[in-house]
């Protein structure tokens, strides 16, 4: 009787609460496409940095956009000209653009928009455009004019090549409606978010989703996916359990797929899956200030020792293809001919040899002390730890002892800034900031590789080297400089090119039309659609 | 009863003036700028004009003091500062807005937690050695040794991928609730059921249970009208202290369950290093479980008053 009762009360329980889920609101049809992204878009003010890329890229737009090769192609801007010295710029602006508030999109919106970039220029003093900019405004004169309504100059003190690229990366060069500045300008804040781009942001639930709609006063083409449903899932699994439940469509994004699960989908005739182009290179930065590294024959050796066919089949599972340069092929002004080094164990153990480095009872010594090196890399990156430890086993084998130091992100950071390393994993910027960001970041101590290219003698060359390909206006002369510095690194194996990174996608039956941008950022939604 | 309040109240108020110590101490202590923090949560490269502005913007050319008492008399005004991660939130307002979803997920999760341990407890006690008994002991030992995120994933397999009754992720309808509320009283349900299990064994040998029987009185009247209302007093105390433990709790599901809570705002303010939130978080759970702990002693004291004079002779 007792039981009976009891038992009751629990299937009460249970039955009001399947009574209470009749149906599951899975993902909207009408041409809605929804993705998961693990965390929130946060402020997408363009001209900060906190706010979400492909959210930022989806409201607001630039004057040039870079296409599927990262050349500028026309954007806001239906045309320009630089001067034959490089140092002005003349864009002549669409007179057919709306911000989605009604505001026209003109010369004297491009100027304010610049002016309230200039007014926060410190937070940008990572862009060599900004402080260019800066040097002709602490001159006296002004930088950005507008010179008609649909005109816009921009002057330089000397020629800076990327400033197109620059204009073309999400941000800080987007439009914003001036009727959003807070005090007149954008840094303490805006009342609003208006661009003039082909959506607009609907809602926004902090941490749960936001929804873009396409912007009905978009003056280019509008895009057949009507609405973006962004949902916010931290965690990996739960958006994979989420994607294969249909209450999303999409996982799309660098790092938000492990290559475990990106095979298993291969594999689901459900799903479709997509690779890009290479973006970005995962590499080792070797410091050449170190004692037992200063030897450009011992880095080479160790360059000779790395099988990054291993690492990109078996760790990577074949979803990042082996390196053999610095930056990948596809990265403008990179490819060169470089000749690669390959695994070849006798070829490194040759190497060791010369630099006087010889195997005593199976441990490389000299002068009697045996070969430690110490690798760093981040605790939270799995995959940056099985590769330590794949290399722990393979270099031991030639009588190394490699030292693993994991520590979580900052600290990590912090070891390479100090350049208190002797080897650490390291990235390249990723296009499209590769070649000039990742290369002009060399040249100042902003992460670990200007401190770990100082033990090389030419070191200085190749620092001016960097600036002179900045200024160039010759596209000749900037190949030349370009070929050098990256010659020069490949010489003296500062670094060891792992992999090339490739963005990727898993989507279901729904979408079609998946591809990438050059900007491992966006999420080209022109270019989609989806069945109703 | 007045002077042992007042004495309470000013141990809590120590209590908690030390928690606010050390949370400023703790998160100071990482070994990070947290200028170049805040600089890296926003993509920004750290050069050093960008982290000598930083600095000064965030105050950390101050000395340690200095900015301890700053942030300690603004807290008291419930201002933490800026969170790193979202320059334009009040650290206080995403406390705000993540609150009432913990809040809704522990209430949910503690319905479970009465709705499933109490009747499972009571019929293990009144079946002891039964074969329910003997599953609910299997049970027990089960959902001790079972990781919360393992279960978690457990169950969106079940409900939203298998059955489809109920959504894996998100926090827009109360369904959303029911798969991160089971997996979070999960974890505290084996400790509920076997406290009034023994609970109601220990009273089943009591005099007026014997005498309840010799009324004639119904089997079911006895257990719900006499057994079970002795039982849950030392149950009701536990759970008092549990309901803390379960806003606390939330931190590893809610990242699971992407719901925007306290717990998933603490996580990634760990691994953002977003001091200013780590800070508040880390004191706002202190004075829950002081407040928590200063009510409990005072219910205590007021259902039986010998505690308080115990507590005055030592």
Known sequence: MIFKKMMGIGCLLLSSVSALTPGLSHADSEKTLTIANYRDIRDLNPHLYSGELFAQNLIFEGLVHLDENGQPEPWLAESWTVSEDGKLY?????????????????????????????????????????????????????????????????????????????????????????????????????????????????????????????????????????????????????????????????????????????????????????????????????????????????????????????????????????????????????????????HDTSRAMELFRQAGWVSDNGTLKKDGKPLNITLSYDSDKVVERTIAQYLQSEWGKAGINLDLIGEEEQAHRDRLKAADFDISFNISWGTPYDPQSFMGAMRTPVYGDMLAQQGLKEKKQIDQSILAALETVDESERQKLYTYILETLHREAVYIPLTYEQNQAIFNSRVNGVGFNPSQFEIPLQRMSVKE | ???????????????????????????????????????????????????????????????FMARYFDWLSASLQL???????????????????????????????????????????????????????????????????????????????CFSLELNWLPSSGATTWQHYILPGMTLCMAYIATYIRLIRNAMLESMGEQYVTYARARGLSE?????????????????????????????????????????????????AIFNRDYPVLQAYILAMGCLFVLSNLIIDLLHTAVDPRLKTAGSQQ
């Open chain 1, 90 to 342: 003349t864009f002549r602006l669409r007179k057919d653009v709306t911000f989605s508030d009604g505001t026209p999109f003109d010369a004297h919106v491009v100027k304010s928009n610049f002016d309230a970039l200039l007014d926060n220029s410190g937070r940008h003093s990572w862009l060599e455009s900004i402080r260019l900019m800066m040097e002709v405004e602490k001159s006296g004169k002004e930088s950005i004019r507008a010179t008609d309504d649909y005109t816009v100059t921009i002057e330089f003190p000397n020629a800076y090549y990327p400033f197109l690229v620059e204009l073309g990366v999400t941000r800080p060069f987007r439009f914003l409606s001036p009727g959003c500045f807070k005090n007149g300008t954008t840094k303490d804040g805006l009342d609003c978010l208006v661009g003039t781009g082909s959506y607009v942001l609907t809602s926004n639930v902090v941490d749960q989703q936001s929804v873009f709609e396409v912007n009905n006063n978009y003056w280019g083409e509008k895009p057949e996916i009507n609405r973006l449903v962004a949902k916010v899932i931290p965690d990996s699994q739960a958006r994979l359990l989420a994607l294969r439940s249909g209450e999303i469509d999409m996982v799309y994004g660098l790092q938000l797929i492990s290559a475990q699960a990106y095979k298993q989908f291969e594999s689901d005739r459900r799903f479709n899956t997509a690779l890009s182009k290479p973006v970005s290179t995962r590499m080792l930065i070797l410091n050449t200030t170190s004692e037992q590294l200063a030897d450009t024959r011992v880095r080479q050796a160790l360059t000779h020792l790395t099988n990054k066919a291993v690492i990109a089949e078996r760790i990577m599972l074949g979803l990042e293809q082996p390196a053999d340069s610095l930056l990948s092929k596809n990265v403008p002004y990179a490819d060169i001919e470089l000749t690669a080094f390959d």
């Open chain 2, 1 to 63: 009863m007045a002077k042992f309040i007042i004495k309470r109240l000013l141990a809590a108020c120590v209590t908690l003036f030390l928690v606010s110590f050390v949370a400023f101490v703790i998160v100071n202590l990482i070994p990070a700028d947290p200028a170049e923090v805040a600089l890296r949560i926003n993509d920004i490269p750290p050069s050093e004009e960008a982290i000598a502005e930083m600095r000064q913007q965030l105050g950390l050319d101050k000395p």
């Open chain 2, 79 to 157: 201002d933490f500062g800026v969170s790193y991660t979202n320059t334009d939130r009040m650290v206080s307002e995403e406390l705000a807005r993540s609150f009432p979803y913990t809040l809704r997920l522990a209430g949910i999760s503690l319905l479970l937690l009465v709705g499933i341990s109490l009747p499972v407890g009571i019929l293990s006690a009144v079946y002891k050695n039964h074969w329910f008994d003997h599953i609910v002991r299997l049970f027990i030992f089960a959902s001790t040794a079972m990781p919360n995120f393992w279960l978690a994933f457990i169950l969106i397999w």
């Open chain 2, 220 to 268: 079911w009247s006895v257990v719900t009208k006499h057994m079970l209302k002795n039982s849950l007093q030392t149950s009701m105390t536990a759970l008092g202290i549990g309901v803390v433990r379960l806003v606390a709790g939330t931190v590893v599901i809610e990242n699971i369950f992407a719901i925007p809570g306290l717990g998933r705002l603490a996580l990634a």
